[in-house]
């Protein structure tokens, strides 16, 4: 076989390891390779038995480098790239003093445009290669981050936010408009290309039961479509979910009873948790994404990684309410949150969170994410000494987890030597 035959330590998993032990699951090759052909992994395995296998493939050899899936950020939103770290607020006011504002300004297409193409050179910069994201209420905003992702081959996950209150007047839209628009959208891009449909509405708060009705109809007239959202983020916004939904029972139960709980279900934050929430997400299959930058940024709570063992679980940046774009420096908020609460994660089950975890939770499981034979080649290869202060230790590393852990806690996107998506290697293009 012709192709690219990428070489250098290899990183891959046969299993989840939140469900198994990770030395039983977890793949590493030394001197390991990956042959990538017409977009896809043809093969993985040992550098040299490779090399005899294909001898007519291109030969990208790494060295000592980590060849791993590209990392998958299950729950971002591009039009908040401008206002990333931004000071001082909680949730609810950091909403209405920054992210409003900022949602409103793509209106205009333009500025929807420039937040789309840097949200894309900044995710590819740092390694990512699948997004999901929130747009806005406009319809354009959707059409406009997929068109751009299509441009790339990237596969992403997105949809137009819906919200008819509790937001500024030229954010909000109605059941109908929000369910038509999404229909729209639906039709479009869902499934064309590498294009996965979400719907979308963005929380309880700011939907009314009407709207929630709606698209609960719209789901379930299309249950091939992701539903994404936020959940229980906040201790005051769960209080003022309670307000807004005297008769539901919790949370969860004002998206329930609307149609909105499903096993295609993916929702964001899902701190404040009661057992019975925690037991319907569980019986019916449905994902949550643990957005540890954020949570600490907002002051939002601390994650309990032992829903792991009981729900998919994704990994997110979930920026702009989130700092960074890396997924390495979310890995290592992941681990401190973890540690907070008593328990370490192991470098394994970190990237296995930024991977494959990811993408079970967008229902890409084993498409993305995955290093193995049939699965589209996105793939990021990482520099294991990529910062004086990170090479000085992984020099002293007695293992490879021991080598690997400084990039998760140090890295950024200077680690970040190579990025391929659908089998082709990305031009460096720095933002
Ligand atoms: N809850 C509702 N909307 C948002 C948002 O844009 N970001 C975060 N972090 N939480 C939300
Ligand atoms: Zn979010």
């Known amino acids: 076989m012709t192709g690219d035959l990428l ?20 793949v590493h090759r030394r001197r390991g390779g990956v042959l990538v052909d017409r977009g896809r992994i043809r093969a993985v395995g040992e550098a040299d038995a490779l090399r005899a296998a294909h001898p007519q493939a291109r030969v990208h050899d790494y060295g000592q480098a980590l060849i791993s899936p590209g990392f998958v950020d299950a729950h971002m939103h591009y039009p908040q790239t401008p206002i990333v770290a931004s000071w001082g607020k909680r949730l609810i006011d950091w909403l209405n003093g920054y992210t409003f504002p900022q949602e409103a300004r793509l209106a205009n297409p333009a500025v929807a445009g420039e937040a789309a193409e840097m949200t894309l ?3 590819v910069a740092h390694g990512t ?5 929130f747009c806005t209420i406009h319809l354009h905003s959707a059409d406009i981050f997929f068109e751009a992702a299509a441009a790339r081959g990237m596969r992403v996950v997105a949809g137009r936010t819906c919200m008819d209150r509790n937001a500024p007047g030229d954010l909000r839209d109605d059941p109908r408009s929000a369910h038509d628009e999404s229909h729209t959208l639906i039709t479009k891009w869902h499934g064309r290309g590498r294009a996965t ?19 609960g109809a719209l789901w379930a007239a299309n249950p091939t479509c992701l539903m994404q959202t936020h959940l229980s983020e906040q201790t005051d916004e769960v209080a003022w979910v309670r307000e807004l939904f005297p008769d539901a029972r919790d949370y969860l139960d004002t998206y329930e009873r609307y149609g909105l709980l499903g096993e295609r279900g993916v929702y964001g934050h899902a701190i404040h948790l009661e057992p019975r929430e925690i037991d319907r997400l569980a019986e019916v299959g449905a994902a949550v994404v643990h957005c540890p930058t954020s949570n600490a940024f907002i002051g939002s709570g601390l994650f309990d990684m032992g829903l792991a063992r009981r729900l998919a679980v994704g990994l997110a940046t979930d920026t702009g309410g989130g700092s960074s774009f890396s997924m390495l420096r979310t890995m290592a908020a992941a681990y401190e949150i973890a540690q907070l609460r008593g328990a370490a994660l192991h470098p394994a089950e970190l990237m296995w969170l930024a991977t494959e975890g990811s993408a079970r939770a967008l229902h890409l499981g084993g498409v993305v994410g995955r290093l193995a034979e049939g699965a589209e080649a996105d793939l990021v290869v990482l520099d294991l000494a990529s910062t004086p202060a990170i090479a000085q230790r992984a020099a002293r590393a007695e293992s490879f987890w021991d080598m690997l852990f400084p990039t998760i806690m140090m ?4 680690a970040v030597l190579s990025v391929w998506i659908g089998g082709r290697e990305v031009e460096e293009e720095r933002p």
């Open 7 to 26: 070489l250098g330590q290899t990183l891959g998993f046969t299993g989840d390891p939140f469900a198994a032990p990770w030395e039983e699951v977890a």
């Open 121 to 123: 050179d900044l995710a």
């Open 129 to 133: 290669t699948t997004l999901a994201s």
């Open 197 to 215: 449909y979400a719907i979308t509405p963005r929380f309880s708060p700011t939907s009314s039961p009407e709207q929630l009705e709606a698209l």
């Open 411 to 414: 890295g950024d996107d200077r």
